[in-house]
């Protein structure tokens, strides 16, 4: 939680500042979460927080590729990101014979 002087503030650096400061925390608790969850087995599946329409400072994609960072981060292999990004997450929607690995028969968006 930001302090009511640096929310009044018109210093933005030290708004950011103290925003970094206050997220310090929840993210090592993710971390640790994600990592104890990769250390015994946990199945691991990818979602971003995309709003519906991207803004100035959430470009899409960002969000992602900032999980990607944190994940490899705590102890997951890259291997495992891109499984959590595709398959896993078409196998856990039930999706896995239409989706999620790129093979004859099956529909892909590849750039």
Not at 24 to 33: E, G, H, T, Y
Request: hydrophobic share 40%; proline share 5%.
């Amino acid at each position: 939680m930001l302090s009511s002087e640096v929310l009044k503030s018109t210093d933005r650096h030290a708004q950011w500042r103290e925003a970094q400061a206050a997220l310090v925390l929840p993210i090592a608790r993710d971390r640790n979460a994600t990592r104890y969850l990769v250390a015994h087995g946990g199945r691991l599946l990818f979602g971003t927080d995309m709003p519906c329409a991207p803004t100035y400072a959430n470009q899409p994609g960002l969000n992602g590729y900032r999980e990607m960072q944190r994940w490899v981060e705590a102890g997951v292999t890259p291997q495992q990101v891109f499984r959590a990004a595709t398959l896993s997450n078409a196998e856990i929607l039930g999706l896995g014979g239409e989706i999620g690995t790129v093979q004859a028969g099956k529909r892909a968006n590849l750039l």
